[in-house]
């Protein structure tokens, strides 16, 4: 109950959208919290929790016209949970995360991660390769990614609820679709899902790619600063 009640604050703190049930953070909170939270610890206990189907909506990219971003929206109950698992797995992944990482972590932000590209220009770095992966959030490949949870996660149960949310289904235009593949993005837990995904990349820049310079990656963005003389 302690960490639900600790991802509920972070669920009222973020506000957002209701789910595909309609429920909002208000009316959860004028119903009663101490009973929602209950409720979810029990189906929790008895592995009878279920999430519902995403709501997908479209969101304009900034900067791009007529760009969209899919945004995939859970309900706030399924939000409450998965923010109880970023809770409890974050730690056991930050003790494994490299330098070069700084989107979605703990005392970390693109700020910082500019004064890293700022430092590297400073030791004589003189040229930037910008990249981007694309549609990264959709595209992850599932069995990979457990595979990389499972190296530090051995509890079976939580193993199958993130699989679970990593299956859980779209609802866009009254259609429900399957998700083959990617994490949802617009749910609490995916950020760290990319991130533990994208970590393959940090280990082996950190083994191989140090001697073409420093990455420095935001989440699905990275800028590795190079010496002049190694063409990119």
Known sequence: MDVLR???????????????????????????VDAFLQDLAERLRTYTYRPSVLRRVQIPKPGRPGEFRPLSIPTVADRVVMTAAKLVLEPV??????????GFRPKRSAIDACEAVRVAANQRREWVFEADI??????IDHDALMARVARHVVDRPMLKLIRTWLRMGVLE???????GA???????????????????LDEAWQDEGGRLGVLVRYCDDCAPRTQREVSM
């Open 93 to 102: 992944f930050e003790a494994q995360f490299t330098e070069a990482s700084y």
């Open 6 to 32: 600790r991802a509920w604050a972070g669920v009222c703190a973020n506000r957002g959208a209701p789910g595909v049930d309609g429920v909002t953070v208000e009316a959860v909170a004028a119903s009663g």
């Open 182 to 200: 990617g994490t949802p993005q617009g749910s609490p837990i995916s950020p760290l899902l990319a991130n533990i995904a994208l970590h393959v």
């Open 134 to 139: 694309r549609d990264c959030f959709g595209t």
């Open 173 to 179: 235009g009254g259609v429900t679709s399957p998700t």
